[in-house]
C-alpha cells in the first residue's frame, strides 16, 4: 500500500448522518461491479474495513489473492491507495481491488494442508467463561475465514445432553464433522479418520474451551503416530485471545 500519500479532504457528513446509529460514520463499500453502504465506528482503521469488506462479500472474495483498500478521493477524482495510519472521520467511499499476486500461504499455514478444531463452544459455558462473547466473536471470523479459504473443520462437543450445543451464534455451516465427546481431547477414532481422509495435513488451529481439553489435545496429538509429522499451532480462546 502507498503510505506517504496524506489523507485525502472528504465531504464531512456532519455526524453519522439519518439511519447511522450514534458513533458510527456512513461508508459505500466497492467490490467488481458491487458498491454496498453500510458503517463503521468512528476512528476504525484498516483491519475493521477489512472485515467489514469480508462480511459483505466474502461469499465472492478468492482469498488465495493479495487486495488492497483504496480511498476516493475527491481532490483527484480517483480511486487513491488507502494512507498510511487512516481512521474514518467522515464519510467516505473505499474499495477493494485484488492484485495478481496469488497468496499460497496464511502466515506460516497454507490452506490446503490446514484444518481448523473448534473445542466445546457450547451454551453451558457462556456463564462460566469470562469473555465469553468475545471467545464466540473471534471463533466466528475463523470458520468465516475457513470457508472462505477451503480449510476443513472439524468440531467436538462435550457431552451435548448435559452441556448443549454448539452456540447458535457459531456457524457451523460446511463443517467436515461434529462429534459429541466424552473426554477432554478431540482426539477420537473419528477425528483421527477424518485427517487420514485429507491428504498431506501438516498443520492444525485449534481453538475452543476450556483450556485443559485445548492441552490435553495437544499431548495426545503430539504423541500420536499417525501425527509425528504434523506442526499444531494452537489458538486459545479463554481468558485470553490470540488472533
Not at 477524482?77 to 498510511?84: A, E, H, I, R
Not at 499431548?219 to 503416530?225: H, W, Y
Request: charged share 15%; with cysteine.
Amino acid at each position: 500500500m502507498a503510505a506517504e500519500a496524506a489523507v485525502p479532504a472528504l465531504p464531512n457528513s456532519g455526524g453519522g448522518g439519518a439511519g447511522t446509529p450514534s458513533g458510527t460514520v456512513p461508508v459505500l463499500f466497492c467490490f467488481s461491479v458491487f458498491a454496498r453502504p453500510s458503517s463503521v465506528p468512528h476512528g476504525a482503521g484498516y483491519e475493521l474495513l477489512i472485515q467489514k469488506f469480508l462480511s459483505l462479500y466474502g461469499d465472492q472474495l478468492d482469498m488465495h489473492r493479495k487486495f488492497v483498500v483504496q480511498l476516493f478521493a475527491e481532490e483527484w477524482g480517483q480511486y487513491v491507495d488507502l494512507p498510511k495510519g487512516f481512521a474514518v472521520s467522515e464519510r467516505c467511499k473505499v474499495r477493494l481491488v485484488p492484485l495478481q499476486i496469488q497468496l499460497t500461504t496464511l502466515g506460516n499455514l497454507t490452506p490446503s494442508s490446514t484444518v481448523f478444531f473448534c473445542c466445546d463452544m457450547q451454551e453451558r459455558f457462556r456463564p462460566a467463561i469470562k469473555y465469553f462473547g468475545d471467545i464466540i466473536s473471534v471463533g466466528q471470523r475463523l470458520l468465516q475465514g475457513a470457508r472462505i479459504l477451503g480449510i476443513p473443520v472439524i468440531v467436538t462437543e462435550q457431552y451435548p445432553k448435559g452441556l448443549g450445543s454448539t452456540v447458535q451464534e457459531i456457524d457451523l455451516t460446511g463443517v467436515k464433522l461434529v462429534l459429541p465427546k466424552t473426554k477432554f481431547s478431540m482426539v477420537l477414532p473419528e477425528v483421527e479418520a477424518a485427517l487420514a481422509e485429507i491428504p498431506g495435513v501438516r498443520s492444525v488451529v485449534l481453538f475452543g474451551v476450556e483450556t485443559s481439553c485445548l492441552m490435553k489435545m495437544i499431548f495426545e496429538q503430539s504423541s500420536s503416530a499417525n501425527c509425528s509429522e504434523l506442526s499444531c499451532q494452537l489458538i486459545i480462546l479463554q481468558n485470553s485471545l490470540v488472533v
